[in-house]
């Protein structure tokens, strides 16, 4: 069974300072690994996805992730903080052998002005 | 675009009422999946559908039932609608057969049980 753990419920940053969203899986076959956003009132939205392809992921918005199998980890970062960016984000996590996701528990980014 | 609309944003309703919730789908997916948002847990998901007329429990089925009558289609059916059922809830399709099954989501349906 597949699972993901969000370190951090609540992410304040400064506008134009660093994003920085931790996401811990466990999976017992290869994942394929998303970060979804969710803005007030609205479903989720994909932000990116890993596929194996490549270690390091670029998504919409100014967001990447890296994947490094030796952590478990694929934690989400932006550069500069946008205003904009203050929403709730999810990490999930799929096997190879089914659709289903698991997701985290989410973390709600404000970002100061 | 894929476009998954929920019929109805918000409800309000009593205990005991019986509650249908609403998805489609206009992009032939295979896959529907409705899931629970509750604030500290994430997503949850109760039901899956992998076609039409068959259905697989998620991990918190209890007090839920869902029909796929058709491939577009996925309701979500609360029978006997409690308190603890209030909550933000999500459907979601993905084609068979893609190396991702990127999910796509409705916008939502909120549901407040009185």
């Known amino acids: 069974a597949q699972s993901v753990t969000q370190l951090g419920s609540h992410v304040s940053v400064s506008e134009g300072a660093l994003v920085l969203l931790r996401c811990n899986y466990s999976?017992?076959?290869?994942?394929?690994l998303f970060w979804y956003v969710q803005y007030p009132n609205q479903g989720l939205q994909l932000l990116l996805k890993y596929t194996s392809a490549a270690t390091l992921v670029k998504g919409i918005n100014g967001f990447e992730a890296e994947f490094k199998k030796s952590e478990t980890s694929f934690h989400l970062t932006k550069p500069s903080a946008h205003m904009s960016d203050a929403a709730e984000y999810f990490c999930a996590v799929r096997g190879s052998n089914d659709y289903k996701l698991s997701f985290g528990a989410g973390t709600t980014v404000t970002v100061r002005a | 675009d894929v476009k998954v609309t929920q019929s109805s944003r918000y409800l309000v309703k009593r205990t005991g009422e019986k509650v249908f919730l609403e998805c489609v789908q206009d992009?032939?997916?295979?896959?529907m999946f409705w899931y629970r948002q509750d604030p500290g847990l994430g997503l949850r998901l109760i039901y899956f559908?992998?076609?039409?007329?068959?259905?697989e429990k998620g991990d918190i089925p209890e007090g839920y039932s869902v029909s796929r009558e058709k491939k577009e289609r996925f309701s979500l059916i609360l029978e006997s609608a409690s308190t603890n059922q209030t909550s933000m809830y999500l459907c979601?399709?993905?084609?068979?057969?893609?190396?991702?099954?990127?999910?796509?989501f409705g916008e939502g349906s909120r549901l407040t049980v009185l």
């Open positions: 999976s017992s076959v290869p994942p394929y």
């Open positions: 992009m032939d997916h295979e896959n």
């Open positions: 979601a399709s993905t084609l068979t057969g893609t190396n991702t099954g990127e999910l796509f």
């Open positions: 559908s992998y076609d039409v007329k068959m259905k």
